[in-house]
Nanobody, 123 residues
Framework: QVQLVESGGGLVQAGGSLRLSCAAS????????MGWFREAPGKDREFVAA????????RYGDSEKGRFSIHRDNAKNTVYLQMNRLQPDDTAVYYC????????????????WGQGTQVTVSS
């Protein structure tokens, strides 16, 4: 079992940046592939980015390519999502997730979820 706690959300103006963090409790954290998803009001949960357990492979959603960057520090049991050039459409609750199988664009591919952190981008 792994517990995930996101932080770093907040209010930012369009064009600004935020870095989200996701701290994992489990000693087996390094065995998990990690992902970030987001959910805006009235919309389905959307894939944002994912990274393999050793950090050698990353994947991004189409709208995040070139703006967002995912990386992890296994010594700190933490995965990060650096978000640049934020736009109002990026407003959502951002969730961190862990998978014991592999990286996936689908929420069903993940076993454990954090509680989410709100990101609001003003125009």
């Amino acid at each position: 079992q792994v517990q995930l706690v996101e932080s770093g959300g907040g209010l930012v103006q369009a064009g600004g940046s935020l870095r989200l963090s996701c701290a994992a409790s489990a000693r087996t954290y390094t065995r998990y592939h990690m992902g970030w998803f987001r959910e805006a009001p009235g919309k389905d949960r959307e894939f944002v980015a994912a990274i393999t357990w050793n950090g050698d492979t990353t994947r991004y959603g189409d709208s995040e390519k070139g703006r967002f960057s995912i990386h992890r520090d296994n010594a700190k049991n933490t995965v990060y999502l650096q978000m640049n050039r934020l736009q109002p459409d990026d407003t959502a609750v951002y969730y961190c997730a862990a998978s014991s199988i592999g990286i996936s664009h689908e929420p069903q591919g993940y076993d454990h979820w954090g509680q989410g952190t709100q990101v609001t981008v003003s125009s």
